[in-house]
């Protein structure tokens, strides 16, 4: 095992605790999801502001 496996699933345990101690329930598979959250409509993207050249 590699040092950044060994990093990623220290990471992954810690992170996926964290979010099980706050009592959000993990989504299982087979089972309807309830209710679906809306999808964010994506912002429109802004040129970039011209850069003076000097």
């Known amino acids: ?3 950044h ?3 990623y699933g220290r990471w992954c ?3 996926f605790d ?5 009592g ?5 598979g087979g089972e309807p ?3 679906a ?6 912002e429109p993207v802004q040129p970039a502001a ?3 050249r000097g």
């Open 37 to 42: 959250l809306p999808e964010p409509e994506p």
């Open 1 to 3: 095992m590699t040092v």
């Open 50 to 52: 011209e850069q003076p």
């Open 24 to 28: 959000v329930p993990a989504p299982r």
């Open 33 to 35: 999801a309830g209710q």
């Open 13 to 15: 345990r810690e992170h």
């Open 18 to 22: 964290a979010i099980a101690a706050e």
């Open 5 to 7: 496996a060994r990093r």
